[in-house]
Nanobody
């Protein structure tokens, strides 16, 4: 199983950035997906989560209205579109997969519910 994030980089405050997470070795039809982030000196936090078929999404309050999580199971890829970026959004962003077989509408939000993780991609918001 492999999750590979891409799309990170440097962006100015107020700008936009899109992240992708390509999965291999697992069938995303059975996995809820989440995006988490960790800033230097801070604990990892979740930012967005999506059910196995995309029917349900959840967001952290700090990003609601600015970030959008989506997925394309045919491409085995999950996305995070980020708008109106702030300096406090600077962090390493990770995607993660949680087995929700039999519970297609379940969207775990705690990182302990996710068994597979990518290596992360750096997002830096700075002028």
């Amino acid at each position: 199983v492999q999750l590979v994030e891409s799309g990170g980089g440097l962006v100015q405050p107020g700008g936009s950035l899109g992240l992708s997470c390509a999965a291999s070795g697992l069938n995303l039809d059975y996995y809820a997906m989440g995006w988490f982030r960790q800033a230097p000196g801070k604990e990892r936090e979740g930012v967005g989560w999506i059910s196995s078929h995309g029917d349900r999404t959840k967001y952290a309050g700090s990003v609601k209205g600015r970030f959008t999580i989506s997925r394309d199971n045919a491409k085995n890829t999950v996305y995070l579109q980020m708008h109106s970026l702030k300096t406090e959004d600077t962090a390493i962003y990770y995607c993660a997969a949680a087995d929700t077989t039999g519970f297609p509408f379940f969207v775990p939000t705690q990182d302990r519910g996710y068994g597979y993780w990518g290596q992360g991609t750096q997002v830096t918001v700075s002028s």
